[in-house]
């Protein structure tokens, strides 16, 4: 190997016999470096440069500890601190290695090491550390920022902010204002108060969208209350204390669809139980929660009575219980009933008459009453009786017109009123043994 050699006319000094090795200054202001024939290094006044032919030349610089402090990959066009980098399409800070791989599409910037690893931005107490995304036509078009003067971590979107987690932990989707709102339920607030606002489950079309309601982990205590939507069946389905209560279909709704001892009520504003469901007897209750008396075979039970009203609302009856246990009929100021034992009770108190007077229904009009046997066309029943429309034109006060639901109109007997004809009949033939008797 010769000394160094100095090429005055090129401004130029070797340290190798093959002239590859070389500090020259043949441009004013620029000393170049070489090794081996590639160019290592070009340093100006203002600018040092390394590798500017672009070769695959490396560049390495070391700390007190590491040989890898800084690395430039000259054929793979990488950078890597702290380790040569292997990852990645431009900046690998590789501790150690975790044994994991990339995505091409972003792997600009690859932080690695085996254990924890992460990016730390340090920012005054009352400014922000912020992670941006910008594009050529906005600098800064989305955002990942956090807010140290309030503590809140702040997403924006096509320039705006969309989401919003305070410092409380609350969750402003929509709006930046979480806190604003009912503490009981303020921890997911969803929406801007500007028009159409929602949230959308999206399951497939056999399984279910839930929202759960719970006070535990373990057991039902993790969904206490529900709230959900079955796909299969498109059915609406809300839960208390773990079972459900009521489902709504595409053709009704059901409450207590499992068959479970749960009662179902309805308040009126002045009744707590206008209606009540006892699932437990299978008994419904109007106006009341207590159970039928023992023995009592009905389905229904109406604490105050049953009121029944014509289509034209004019008319009205009331059917209710007495304590006596017969069953009152109502209407205006007279009442009818039906006592324990199976006997009809008319409404005939003075007080409820006017325009009184003996009759003059007799032994003759007896006498032309037709009794008759005769079989009802609805069951083929046989029975015994009178024809109303035959007694009608003898005694028209016992037959009375009844208006049917279409509208038509057929006739009625009170057989009971009869015996104030039977009555008068049996007086009239009394007079006339008396009479005989006498003479």
């Known amino acids: 190997m010769a000394g160094i050699q100095i090429d005055g006319v090129n401004n130029k000094i070797d340290f190798d016999d093959d002239l590859d090795t070389s500090i020259s200054a043949n441009v004013d ?8 024939g590639a160019s290592v290094a070009t340093l100006t006044a203002s600018t040092i440069v390394f590798n500017e032919a672009s070769a695959d030349v490396d560049f390495r610089v070391e700390s007190n500890a590491n040989t890898h402090m800084l690395f430039v990959d000259g054929g793979d066009n990488r950078v890597g601190i702290k380790s040569a980098p292997d990852l990645g399409g431009a900046l690998h800070i590789k501790v150690s290695d975790s044994g994991g791989t990339v995505n091409g599409n972003y792997d600009t910037l690859v932080i690695e090491e085996s254990g924890h690893s992460g990016i730390a931005i340090l920012s005054g107490t009352s400014s922000a550390g912020l992670i941006g995304f ?17 503590d809140s971590i702040e997403i924006a979107t096509a320039g705006a902010e969309r989401m919003r987690i305070d410092g409380s932990g609350l969750i402003g989707m929509g709006n930046t204002t979480a806190s604003s709102f009912n503490s009981g339920a303020n921890k997911l607030v969803v929406g801007s108060g500007s028009g159409n606002n929602g949230l959308t489950i999206y399951a497939a079309t056999n399984s279910s969208s839930s929202i759960y309601f719970a006070d535990g982990t373990s057991g039902d205590a993790a969904y206490r209350g529900y709230i959900q939507y079955n796909h299969s069946s498109d059915a609406l389905i809300i839960a208390t204390s773990a079972t459900q209560v009521v489902s709504f279909h595409t053709d009704g ?25 006892d699932a437990g007897t299978d008994k419904v209750l109007i106006g009341t929660n207590s159970p039928q008396p023992s023995g009592s075979p009905g389905a229904l039970t109406v604490a105050d009575g049953l009121g029944l009203m014509s289509t034209d609302g004019n008319s009205y009856r009331k059917i209710s219980a ?24 008319d409404a005939s108190d003075e007080n409820l008459k006017k325009d009184i007077e003996d009759i003059s ?40 017109d009844i208006e049917l639901e279409d509208g038509s109109v057929q006739k009625g007997l009170s057989y009971g009123h009869l015996t104030a004809v039977l009555t008068k009949t049996i007086q009239e033939l009394e007079a006339r043994i008396t009479a005989l008797e006498n003479n």
């Open 253 to 277: 709704v059901v409450f207590n669809e499992n068959s479970n001892d749960q009662n179902f009520r309805v308040e009126s504003n002045g009744n707590a139980n206008m209606l009540f469901v």
């Open 361 to 400: 229904y007799g032994t003759a009009i007896l006498k032309q009453l037709k009794p008759r046997k005769y079989k009802m066309k609805a069951d083929d029943a046989s029975q015994i009786g009178f024809i109303a429309q035959e007694v009608e034109t003898l005694i028209p006060e016992v037959v009375e």
């Open 134 to 150: 910008g594009d050529s036509g906005a600098a800064l078009r989305g955002y990942f920022s956090y807010n140290h003067s309030n």
């Open 322 to 345: 007495a304590s006596t246990a017969a069953l009152n009929f109502y209407h205006a100021n007279n009442n009818a009933s039906l006592n324990a034992s199976g006997a009809w009770t």
């Open 29 to 36: 202001d620029t000393l170049q470096v070489e090794v081996g």
